[in-house]
């Protein structure tokens, strides 16, 4: 994967509760920091929380991946990109996070939500609601 075109980012800081002992962060937070740019992605477009619930339809990520490059330390600054790779059939969103501190990439990753309506019924296309909110 090249590096994303990022349709938003977010820069943050690394806390010290996200590091373990040898104060690198834990792989497992990268996802958390997906969320925190799928989230600033999808507000962008009026899609995050009770504004996506009053379409009707709701969001479950079905699918994630990470791949790590380069380590994030304690206190080091980090951007995240995320940007839309995929919108017909499910929302694939791609991610970029990058080492700010040492100008280096750290990882790279994506996830891939499913749409259900109200009653969960898993919905084979991206719903026109949505699909208008993403192409404007």
């Known amino acids: ?21 040898l104060h690198i ?6 996802y958390k920091y997906f969320e925190i740019a799928r989230t600033a992605l ?18 479950m990520v079905i699918e994630s991946q ?17 940007a839309f790779k995929d919108l017909d059939y499910r929302l ?13 990439r750290a990882a790279y990753g994506r996830t891939t939500l499913a749409t259900v309506d109200r009653s969960g019924q898993l919905m084979l296309r991206t719903p026109d609601v949505i699909l208008e909110r993403i192409r404007r």
Not at 1 to 20: G, K, N, T, Y
Not at 42 to 59: A, N
Request: contains cysteine.
């Open 1 to 21: 994967m090249r590096h994303l075109q990022a349709e938003i980012s977010v820069e943050l800081e690394v806390p010290f509760h996200d590091v373990d002992m």
């Open 25 to 30: 962060v834990w792989h497992g937070h990268y």
């Open 42 to 59: 999808l507000r962008k477009y009026q899609l995050d929380g009770q504004v996506l619930i009053d379409t009707g339809y709701m969001f």
């Open 66 to 82: 990470c791949r790590h490059t380069f380590p994030l330390r304690f206190a080091e600054r980090f951007r995240v990109g995320a």
């Open 92 to 104: 694939n969103i791609a991610f970029d996070v990058h080492n700010l501190t040492h100008d280096r």
